[in-house]
């Protein structure tokens, strides 16, 4: 009977740093290679060796261009990987803007702290060399080096997560072994729903919200209606820190669809990331991906991404400039966690005044400031110096891009007769356990809840 290995070097017991490796007869094939991510954009633990030899890595596999899963990659390749990147298209050209945004970044926190960068831009551009593209349902093979073993095929499926992300299944023996990256919180305004894949044996699967529930979709567009109208009538500030890939490109889409159907008035709002007007680039460059209702929108002559009061401001001056517009005004900045990016300078102006509101739109990781103000801090440090919070904070989950507990149940539930087990990975040490009893609870599967750079067996 033929035994394969599975390594989880990265996203156990943890939101971020998404790094697997399958061990397939003479074969090691990586899935993702992510940053490690907290207070700082990149936690001090990245620069740590790899529990592996970057040059035994055969392939890796990318489920996603968010910095949590490619965010290493350069450094893999800095440390000697020599094969071949694999993902959709979408999701190369999103990883090429990620990374070359995050140079800048990396560069800047070294550099405060008299430490060389985790890796430069020379690094970015090999390893944008050794990338290739697959479509969705287009099979891959890969020589096992093992007589008994053979070839191992690859497939990529939509997660419905951001544009391009994918769940890969790998198929050994017969044996259909997933994982997701991260998962869609289908229905999406602008993408497709996660696809169901049967006869998966053995799963891989993100927890992010593991222990929490979402509001739907109707919902999350009412209240953030209603806290519009209330900035209007205060002429006061909403701010919204606002994730580069996706968020925003939702956020976009939905105050095109507010302002042009009339439902608020006509007020400036400004997208102030540069990295989220180019990836807004790749979402119009791959529309065919979109839903059947967005693409039907667009045959229809609307740009989905350009509506009267929107500003996208580029440069670090135009930026400036927003303070200067009185209000009432929509800002929408990155990091979404407040970890980074010009959304930190608008909070250190604008936290302090109780009429403006601050809305949290996502996942806020362990230890960042997002974390802190949504926990309810009352005073918080930006740039070195005390920032009350007086303003009001609107915490949104259901603009998340992930599935909450109930979808990620309901997941596993439409695969439950073939699965031999489940590994909960990806989620705080709560949401994973919470999970995981869920499923087993439910539906009497197998469920593991692997340690940090734990090994597992499996026999086929």
Same mark, same amino acid.
């Given at each position: 009977m033929a035994k394969i290995k599975i390594q989880f070097a990265g996203g156990a017991d943890t939101t971020t740093g998404s790094n697997f490796i399958l061990k397939v007869g003479r074969r090691n094939i990586m899935i993702d290679c992510g940053l490690f991510q907290g207070e700082k954009v990149a936690e001090d633990n990245n620069r740590d060796s790899f529990p592996y030899n970057p040059r035994d890595i055969d392939v890796l596999f990318v489920t996603h261009g968010h910095l949590d899963h490619v965010g290493r990659i350069p450094k893999l390749v800095k440390e000697g990987f020599q094969g071949i990147i694999v993902s959709t298209s979408a999701t190369r050209d999103i990883g090429e803007y990620i990374l070359k945004d995050s140079v800048g970044i990396l560069t800047k926190e070294a550099e405060r702290e008299g430490l060389p960068p985790i890796y430069s831009e020379e690094d970015v551009d090999k390893a944008m060399s050794l990338?290739? !593209?697959?479509?969705? #349902?287009?099979?891959?093979?890969?020589?096992?080096?093992?007589?008994?073993?053979?070839?191992?095929k690859i497939t990529f499926y939509d997660a419905g997560h951001i544009l391009g992300s994918s769940m890969i299944v790998f198929e050994i023996k017969g044996q259909k072994i997933m994982f997701t990256g991260d998962l869609g919180n289908s229905p999406s305004p602008l993408l497709k729903d996660t696809e169901h894949v049967p006869g998966i044996n053995y799963l891989i699967m993100e927890s992010v919200y593991g222990d929490r529930e979402h509001e739907h979709l109707e919902d999350r567009v009412e209240i953030l209606k209603s806290l519009i109208k209330k900035t209007i009538a205060k002429k006061s500030v909403?701010?919204?820190?606002?994730?580069?890939?996706?968020?925003?490109?939702?956020?976009?889409?939905?105050?095109?669809?507010?302002v042009e159907n009339k439902e608020i008035p006509l007020i400036p709002i400004f997208l102030d990331s540069p990295l989220?007007?180019?990836?807004?680039? !790749?979402?119009?460059? #791959?529309e065919r991906e979109f839903n059947e209702n967005v693409k039907e929108i667009i045959r229809n002559g609307d740009d989905i991404f350009a509506f009267a009061g929107l500003t996208m401001t580029k440069t670090p001056e135009d930026s400036k400039s927003i303070s200067k517009v009185p209000g009432p005004k929509i800002i929408i900045a990155g990091a979404g966690m407040s970890n980074g990016g010009r959304i930190v300078h608008h909070e250190a102006k604008y936290l302090p005044?109780?009429?403006?509101?601050?809305?949290?739109?996502?996942?806020?990781?362990?230890?960042?400031?997002?974390?802190?103000?949504y926990e309810g801090a009352k005073e918080v440090t930006i740039f070195k110096e005390k920032i009350p919070v007086r303003a009001e904070i609107a915490n949104l989950t259901g603009f998340s891009a992930h599935k909450d507990s109930s979808d990620l149940q309901d997941f596993v539930g439409k695969m439950k007769k073939s699965l031999r087990k489940v590994f909960v990975v990806l989620g705080e040490p709560k949401s994973e356990s919470y999970l995981a009893q869920r499923l087993v609870e439910q539906y009497g599967v197998k469920v593991k809840v692997p340690m940090v750079n734990e090994t597992i067996e499996i026999t086929l």
């Open positions: 990338w290739e !593209v697959k479509n969705l #349902h287009e099979d891959m093979y890969i020589d096992s080096g093992d007589s008994e073993i053979r070839n191992i909403l701010m919204i820190p606002a994730f580069s890939v996706e968020r925003t490109q939702q956020l976009v889409y939905i105050f095109n669809n507010m989220a007007i180019n990836v807004t680039k !790749v979402y119009k460059k #791959h005044d109780s009429r403006n509101t601050l809305i949290l739109i996502g996942y806020q990781a362990a230890g960042t400031l997002g974390r802190r103000i």
